[in-house]
C-alpha cells in the first residue's frame, strides 16, 4: 500500500470541458425501427432515449484527440450498450444492467456506442436508455496508462489542479474503503478542516468547515491514509467526485507562499 501524501490523476490532462446532452424519443421520426445516428464531441453529457425502438449509434469525438471514455448508466436501463470495434460489438452493458462506472480507450480519435432498445417488457418497466460519459484527452501519442493515475503531482499540476478543479478542501484522511467489487474505484473518506475552493457545487461557501467529503480514487493505486492535514484537489466524474491532486497541508503551503508561483496562477491561490 502507498500512502496517500502527493496523488495526480491524470491532471496533465484535465480542464474544464462543454457538456453535450442528447435526448430524443422512439415514439416519432421514421427511424423507429432502423439505426439513428447521435454525434457527440464534447468532454462529457449525457444520452436520454425515452420509449427506445431500433437502435442508436452513438459517434464519440473529442477536439480530433484520443481519449480515454467512461460510462454509467443510470437504473434500470432499457437497452444494451455495445462497444464498436474493427470487426466486431463487445456488450459492456445488459437491460436493467447495475450502474457501475465502465471504462475504455478511443481508436483513431473516436468511439462507437452501439445502443439497441431492449423487449418490451423491459421497456414497460422503465420505459427509457439512459447513460453519461466522460471523456478525458490523452497525451498525443500516448494510450492510457494506469499507473500514470498513481504518480506523483508535480508542482505546475498541482497549481493547475487547484484552479480547474470543481472543489479544493483541505482535511485529514479517515480511511479509504473499496467502493464495490465490480469497479476499479476507492473512496477517499476526509474530514474537512477548511474549503479553500468551490466551483459549480452547492456545499455552501467557500472556507467553511463541514463534516466530510468521499472522494473517488483508482484502486490499482492502493492508497492507504497517512497522518497529517491533507490538500484535496477533486472534480466530478459520472456524478461522483474523483481525485485529482492530494498533496500534504505543508507542501502545498510552501509552494503557496512563492511570489513567482502567485504571480504566475491563472487563479487567487490559498492554503
Known sequence: MILLHVFCILAFSFAQSQQCDWSGSGLSGGEKRGVRPVYLRCGEGRVSWSYPEGALRVLLRLNNRNFRACLRPSPGLAASIYLEGSRSL???YSPNTTTH????QSRGG???LYVEAATDEVVAHRPVAEFAYDLQPLPKGKVYDPNEECRPCTKDEMIHAYCTSEI???GIIQRVQP???????????VKETKRLRSSGLEWGGENEV???TMVGVARHCGAAHGEGEMVIMARRKLGRLVLICAPRHSEWHAIVRQPAVRDAAHCLLAS
Do not use: N
Not at 179 to 189: G, Y
Open 90 to 92: 463487445t456488450k459492456i
Open 101 to 104: 462506472m465502465r471504462c475504455f
Open 110 to 112: 473516436q468511439a462507437a
Open 168 to 170: 479544493v478542501t483541505r
Open 179 to 189: 467502493v464495490d467489487d465490480e469497479t476499479d474505484l476507492s473512496e477517499i473518506v
Open 210 to 212: 463541514v463534516d466530510r
